[in-house]
Each structure stands twice: as structure tokens, then as C-alpha cells.
């Protein structure tokens, strides 16, 4: 088990700006894909973005593209999610995992740790 825990979520008003960090325990971090998913009230989790080991690549879904990015400390063992303009409809718990198996980095299902998530309000 790898404990993950995320952080830095909290009340937003529209374009703002939001750092989220998530420290992943674990000596395999640097080669870790991580990624981060959201899930808004009423809806199934959906993909936000992930980074790779080293983290010179990236990808994003087109619903933040442009607004949010990633990037890691693998001394620290943290990942940071940066969102800026922020809008209402990225209101949602946040969560982030870890990726240590083959497959697609964009399906929830191919991660295998998860943090508890945390809380994102944008208010408009």
C-alpha cells in the first residue's frame, strides 16, 4: 500500500487560481506516473491530467488544457497540480493517484493508489 494524500483545496471565487499538492509515499516515486482526477456532484470521476516519472511529459483533458498544469518534486515526493481561471463547472473533490502498472494513463481504472481527495469550490 503507498499512502497518498492530497491537499490545498478550498472556496475559490471564478478566475482564481488553486495550488493542489499530493505527497506519495514510496521509493519508486521518480518513476511513478501520477495523475489527477475529479469527481463533480452527481457525476462519475473523470480524468484531469497526469505526468511522467521525470516530468518532462504531460497530458491533459481539453476541458482544462491551457488553465491547469502539472509538475513534480520527486525530492519531496509531491506532485502539484496549479489551476488557474478557475470557473464553477471545476467544482469537484480532486483526487490523486498513482500509476505503477502497463495500460493507458488516462483510465482511472490502470491507477492503483488513490489519495482521499479533496475539496475544489469555484464560486461565480
Known amino acids: 500500500q503507498v499512502p497518498v494524500v492530497e491537499s490545498g483545496g478550498g472556496l475559490v471565487q471564478a478566475g482564481g487560481s488553486l495550488r493542489l499538492s499530493c505527497v506519495a509515499s514510496?521509493?519508486?516515486?521518480?518513476?511513478?506516473?501520477m495523475g489527477w482526477f475529479r469527481q463533480a456532484p452527481g457525476k462519475e470521476r473523470e480524468f484531469v491530467g497526469f505526468?511522467?516519472?521525470?516530468?518532462?511529459?504531460?497530458s491533459y483533458a481539453g476541458s482544462v488544457r491551457g488553465r491547469f498544469a502539472i509538475d513534480r518534486d520527486n525530492a519531496k515526493n509531491t506532485v502539484y497540480l496549479q489551476m488557474n481561471s478557475l470557473k464553477p463547472e471545476d467544482t469537484a473533490v480532486y483526487y490523486c493517484?498513482?500509476?505503477?502498472?502497463?495500460?493507458?494513463?488516462?483510465?482511472?481504472?490502470?491507477?492503483?493508489?488513490w489519495g482521499q481527495g479533496t475539496q475544489v469550490t469555484v464560486s461565480s
Open positions: 493517484a498513482v500509476k505503477r502498472r502497463v495500460g493507458s494513463n488516462y483510465f482511472e481504472t490502470n491507477y492503483d493508489y
Open positions: 514510496g521509493r519508486t516515486f521518480s518513476s511513478d506516473i
Open positions: 505526468i511522467n516519472g521525470n516530468g518532462d511529459t504531460s
